[in-house]
């Protein structure tokens, strides 16, 4: 796709209750989402509840052991059968009347049947939906008939990098949740801006070598690849703040980040495998869901392997707890007050984009492109 060199969005999309809200109809309902990860749901019976856009689905693992997926939509009067993640049920029951629905949907029995004559429960089970796993990773699609998830992805499988989440290991403690005062645009904008890498993560991202950064996009999905920086790779086993992981070949090590479109992030680097959920919550609001993946190790291994990195690189372990995000070494941190800036800098009459970097921005004026192919329908 070409990309003319300009801002494409204006502030209203950003802003806008009328904007967010046709996003969640045109876009959100209309294409593949991450729900969550196979682990979250081993067991028949378990269940998680996901929203694409306007649609509130059910995924469920079913008495057969496969994944099946539902709108979370009793037949009876439309109420909300499921509100949380759970584990093991038998069945699935709208706490409004007892109507029971099994593990695959049908449904099983009415309280007082007697008072709908004619009720044929054949007819009568949850509409149903798309559900998929890839890498672990299970996305759902409210439409039943969805175009393959293979489909969707196009070649961004060719693009990801040689790790294998399976063989890594998820920590308690290890997953963070971040309510961001910024529209959900800005958040993946950020995401995808190589221009700001080198400047405001200076420090906390030093051990990349930012002018070497590639990306291109796979489908409408963005794809990005920049190799570690020379001093920072001669020492890699001695100074990576956590196990290096194993299965990576030396000469494919390196950050692979990606943004599956819409708002969907997968980070691969040479100590972890990151997924970021990116959910619009309000025009100004969005919740950002990170989940960490490593190889395994101790807790002293850890606490040790941060007392290396910060004596090499002069950053110390991030403290989220600093009065200033920039001062708090973390990343995320840095991101965030960077996003949040420019949602208030929209509130002003003299906010405008004054230029757009011709290589390490572009990829954000492709994103929207891609954007507006669903807005503009």
């Given at each position: 796709?070409?990309?003319?060199?300009?801002?494409?969005?204006?502030?209203?999309?950003?802003?806008?209750?009328?904007?967010?809200?046709?996003?969640?109809?045109?876009?959100?309902?209309?294409?593949?989402?991450?729900?969550?990860?196979?682990?979250?749901?081993?067991?028949?019976?378990?269940?998680?509840?996901?929203?694409?856009?306007?649609?509130?689905?059910?995924?469920?693992?079913?008495?057969?052991?496969?994944?099946?997926?539902?709108?979370?939509?009793?037949?009876?009067?439309?109420?909300?059968?499921?509100?949380?993640?759970?584990?093991?049920k038998k069945m699935i029951v709208c706490p409004y009347h007892h109507w029971v629905y099994g593990l695959d949907g049908e449904l099983k029995s009415v309280p007082s049947q007697?008072?709908?004559?004619?009720?044929?429960?054949?007819?009568?089970?949850?509409?149903?939906?798309?559900?998929?796993?890839?890498?672990?990773?299970?996305?759902?699609?409210?439409?039943?008939?969805?175009?393959?998830?293979?489909?969707?992805?196009?070649?961004?499988?060719?693009?990801?990098?040689?790790?294998?989440?399976?063989?890594?290991?998820?920590?308690?403690?290890?997953?963070?949740?971040?309510?961001?005062?910024?529209?959900?645009?800005?958040?993946?904008?950020?995401?995808?801006?190589?221009?700001?890498?080198?400047?405001?993560?200076?420090?906390?991202?030093?051990?990349?070598?930012?002018?070497?950064?590639?990306?291109?996009?796979?489908?409408?999905?963005?794809?990005?690849?920049?190799?570690?920086?020379?001093?920072?790779?001669?020492?890699?086993?001695?100074?990576?703040?956590?196990?290096?992981?194993?299965?990576?070949?030396?000469?494919?090590?390196?950050?692979?980040?990606?943004?599956?479109?819409?708002?969907?992030?997968?980070?691969?680097?040479?100590?972890?495998?990151?997924?970021?959920?990116?959910?619009?919550?309000?025009?100004?609001?969005?919740?950002?869901?990170?989940?960490?993946?490593?190889?395994?190790?101790?807790?002293?291994?850890?606490?040790?392997?941060?007392?290396?990195?910060?004596?090499?690189?002069?950053?110390?372990?991030?403290?989220?707890?600093?009065?200033?995000?920039?001062?708090?070494?973390?990343?995320?941190?840095?991101?965030?007050?960077?996003?949040?800036?420019?949602?208030?800098a929209m509130r002003s009459p003299k906010f405008e984009v004054g230029a757009v970097a011709e290589t390490l921005e572009r990829s954000i004026l492709e994103y929207q492109a891609h954007y507006l192919d669903f807005m503009e329908k």
């Amino acid at each position: 796709m070409t990309s003319e060199k300009k801002w494409r969005l204006p502030v209203e999309a950003y802003t806008s209750q009328e904007w967010f809200d046709k996003e969640q109809e045109l876009l959100f309902s209309k294409v593949w989402q991450f729900a969550g990860m196979l682990e979250d749901i081993p067991n028949v019976g378990d269940h998680l509840c996901v929203r694409a856009g306007l649609q509130p689905l059910i995924v469920v693992r079913g008495e057969d052991n496969e994944l099946k997926a539902f709108y979370n939509i009793c037949r009876h009067r439309g109420t909300e059968l499921l509100r949380t993640t759970g584990k093991s049920k038998k069945m699935i029951v709208c706490p409004y009347h007892h109507w029971v629905y099994g593990l695959d949907g049908e449904l099983k029995s009415v309280p007082s049947q007697k008072e709908f004559p004619g009720l044929d429960k054949s007819q009568m089970g949850l509409h149903p939906a798309s559900v998929t796993a890839w890498k672990g990773m299970i996305f759902v699609h409210p439409e039943v008939d969805a175009p393959p998830l293979s489909e969707w992805l196009a070649d961004l499988p060719d693009h990801m990098g040689p790790h294998q989440p399976e063989k890594l290991v998820e920590y308690d403690g290890v997953r963070y949740q971040y309510d961001i005062k910024a529209n959900w645009k800005i958040f993946i904008e950020n995401y995808m801006d190589g221009y700001h890498l080198a400047h405001l993560h200076a420090d906390t991202l030093n051990m990349y070598e930012h002018k070497s950064q590639r990306y291109t996009y796979a489908g409408r999905h963005w794809t990005f690849f920049e190799p570690l920086s020379k001093s920072y790779k001669k020492n890699l086993h001695k100074v990576a703040p956590m196990p290096v992981i194993d299965h990576i070949p030396d000469e494919n090590i390196g950050a692979y980040v990606h943004m599956l479109f819409p708002n969907f992030g997968i980070t691969e680097t040479e100590v972890g495998w990151t997924t970021l959920n990116i959910t619009p919550i309000a025009p100004n609001r969005t919740l950002v869901d990170i989940r960490v993946r490593t190889m395994p190790m101790t807790t002293t291994q850890y606490n040790s392997g941060w007392m290396r990195w910060s004596k090499w690189s002069k950053v110390q372990e991030p403290n989220p707890d600093a009065d200033d995000p920039l001062e708090s070494h973390d990343v995320m941190l840095e991101d965030i007050y960077a996003c949040e800036q420019q949602q208030s800098a929209m509130r002003s009459p003299k906010f405008e984009v004054g230029a757009v970097a011709e290589t390490l921005e572009r990829s954000i004026l492709e994103y929207q492109a891609h954007y507006l192919d669903f807005m503009e329908k």
